[in-house]
């Protein structure tokens, strides 16, 4: 008899986060090919498209409600017609209920990518801060474990919710096969983007500092353009007004939202460097994707960038304390900006360093996760 590994995968039928779609998409389809003897992956979904892109899965259990509804039946404990056995999230969504794990074999697994709704919920609406507040005690109460990408997430996450050993650290990975499309240049193009620039990382929330990374930018003295990526839709205005109260023209900045991984490697292939001011606990999505492609980084100093980052770019400031943030970043970027050879230098460390992270690896350690429990 075969055992079912059944995966979460409601982003995608309905997305509400590109890389959590990108991941669960990854996830799932590298635990397909990574499947032990004996094993099986299947697909517990909300009703919604028909369309759905993983190949391989034994098994697709289509729920009777769509996503919204879907996640406001779970966070009450609604969770009929799930199956039990064993679960796996990619996100913090999952039929989290009391179950047997030692008699009737059942196991829900959740993910925690980010920190950001406990750390800064003044930036999400109320009804998430709710969601997010219910489904922790949920999976505080019935998750037999909840994973996380860093070490230094795990020691975060324990300042708001009590786990015991049940946290495990399994890294993310850039989307699989990322590289620069051949049509990099017709698409930057296309965007209406400079042939070299700084990439700047961060949206219009204040936990992303941006404004931080423009007052390191015109401090550094540099007169390179600046593209900026991971803005949400419309938030080019706010983004072009923290530039200018930066000391930089607005026609120097170019923000971009919502691009496809082919249009950020695009961007990312035309970069001089990528600079990430942010210290929030999270996953540096976009930091990850530079180091695979060979890009140097330049990063504010936190746990979660010196753990991904490690020795393949420069994590500058003090731990824990941002009042020196501009004066080190722009230093920084100076210091890579003096030479064609630091530059070059500082992308061979990044593509050493991306190389360290794939999917492959993130699912086997899923499916010795499920076997350990």
Same mark, same amino acid.
């Given at each position: 008899?075969?055992?079912?590994?059944?995966?979460?995968?409601?982003?995608?039928?309905?997305? *509400?986060?590109?890389?959590?779609?990108?991941?669960? =998409?990854?996830?799932?389809?590298?635990?397909?090919?990574?499947?032990? %003897?004996?094993?099986?992956?299947?697909?517990?979904?909300?009703?919604?498209?028909?369309?759905?892109?993983? +190949?391989?899965?034994?098994?697709?259990?289509?729920?009777?409600?769509?996503?919204?509804?879907?996640?406001?039946?779970?966070?009450?404990?609604?969770?009929? $017609? *799930? $199956?039990?056995?064993?679960?796996?999230?990619? %996100?913090?969504?999952?039929?989290?209920?009391?179950?047997?794990?030692?008699?009737?074999?059942?196991?829900?697994?959740? %993910?925690?990518?980010?920190?950001? +709704?406990?750390?800064?919920?003044?930036?999400?609406?109320?009804?998430?801060?709710?969601?997010?507040?219910?489904?922790?005690?949920?999976?505080?109460?019935?998750?037999?474990?909840?994973?996380?990408? *860093?070490?230094?997430?795990?020691?975060?996450?324990?300042?708001?919710?009590?786990?015991? $050993?049940?946290?495990?650290?399994?890294?993310?990975? +850039?989307?699989?096969?990322?590289?620069?499309?051949?049509?990099?240049?017709?698409?930057?193009? *296309?965007?209406?983007?400079?042939?070299?620039?700084?990439?700047?990382?961060?949206?219009?929330?204040?936990?992303?500092?941006?404004?931080?990374?423009?007052?390191?930018?015109?401090?550094?003295?540099?007169?390179? +353009?600046?593209?900026?990526?991971?803005?949400?839709?419309?938030?080019?205005?706010?983004?072009?007004?923290?530039?200018?109260?930066?000391?930089?023209?607005?026609?120097?900045?170019?923000?971009?939202?919502?691009?496809?991984?082919?249009? =950020?490697?695009?961007?990312?292939?035309?970069?001089?460097?990528?600079?990430?001011?942010?210290?929030?606990?999270?996953?540096?999505?976009?930091?990850?994707?530079?180091?695979?492609?060979?890009?140097?980084?330049?990063?504010?100093?936190?746990?979660?960038?010196?753990?991904?980052?490690?020795?393949?770019?420069?994590?500058?400031?003090?731990?824990?304390?941002?009042?020196?943030?501009?004066?080190?970043?722009?230093?920084?970027?100076?210091?890579?900006? %003096?030479?064609?050879?630091?530059?070059?230098?500082?992308?061979?460390?990044?593509?050493?360093?991306?190389?360290?992270?794939?999917?492959?690896?993130?699912?086997?350690?899923?499916?010795?996760?499920?076997?350990?429990?």
């Amino acid at each position: 008899m075969s055992v079912l590994l059944r995966v979460v995968l409601d982003q995608l039928v309905t997305e *509400t986060d590109p890389d959590l779609a990108m991941a669960s =998409r990854e996830l799932a389809a590298a635990l397909v090919r990574s499947a032990p %003897t004996g094993c099986d992956v299947g697909a517990i979904i909300p009703a919604g498209s028909d369309e759905f892109d993983v +190949p391989g899965l034994a098994e697709v259990r289509r729920m009777g409600m769509g996503r919204r509804e879907l996640a406001a039946a779970w966070q009450l404990g609604v969770t009929a $017609g *799930t $199956g039990g056995g064993l679960i796996h999230s990619p %996100t913090l969504l999952a039929p989290l209920v009391r179950h047997d794990r030692a008699n009737d074999h059942d196991q829900t697994v959740v %993910t925690l990518w980010d920190l950001r +709704p406990w750390e800064h919920p003044e930036e999400f609406s109320r009804p998430a801060q709710a969601w997010f507040k219910a489904m922790l005690k949920r999976a505080r109460k019935h998750a037999d474990a909840v994973v996380v990408p *860093t070490h230094a997430m795990a020691q975060r996450l324990a300042d708001f919710v009590e786990l015991g $050993g049940r946290v495990r650290v399994i890294s993310g990975a +850039p989307p699989a096969g990322l590289a620069v499309p051949g049509d990099a240049v017709g698409r930057r193009r *296309t965007l209406a983007l400079p042939e070299a620039a700084v990439v700047l990382v961060g949206d219009a929330a204040p936990s992303s500092a941006l404004a931080t990374g423009f007052a390191a930018l015109a401090a550094a003295g540099t007169d390179l +353009p600046i593209v900026v990526i991971d803005a949400g839709d419309g938030q080019e205005p706010g983004i072009a007004d923290l530039a200018e109260a930066a000391g930089i023209a607005a026609d120097r900045v170019h923000v971009r939202a919502e691009l496809d991984a082919a249009d =950020r490697a695009s961007v990312l292939d035309a970069a001089v460097l990528v600079l990430a001011p942010s210290r929030r606990a999270g996953f540096p999505w976009r930091v990850l994707e530079a180091l695979a492609l060979g890009v140097p980084v330049i990063a504010a100093a936190s746990a979660d960038h010196r753990e991904v980052v490690l020795d393949g770019g420069r994590v500058v400031g003090a731990d824990g304390d941002d009042s020196e943030d501009v004066t080190a970043l722009g230093d920084a970027v100076a210091e890579a900006l %003096t030479s064609p050879a630091q530059l070059e230098r500082l992308g061979v460390l990044a593509g050493d360093r991306g190389r360290a992270f794939s999917w492959r690896a993130a699912a086997e350690r899923v499916w010795q996760l499920h076997a350990d429990l």
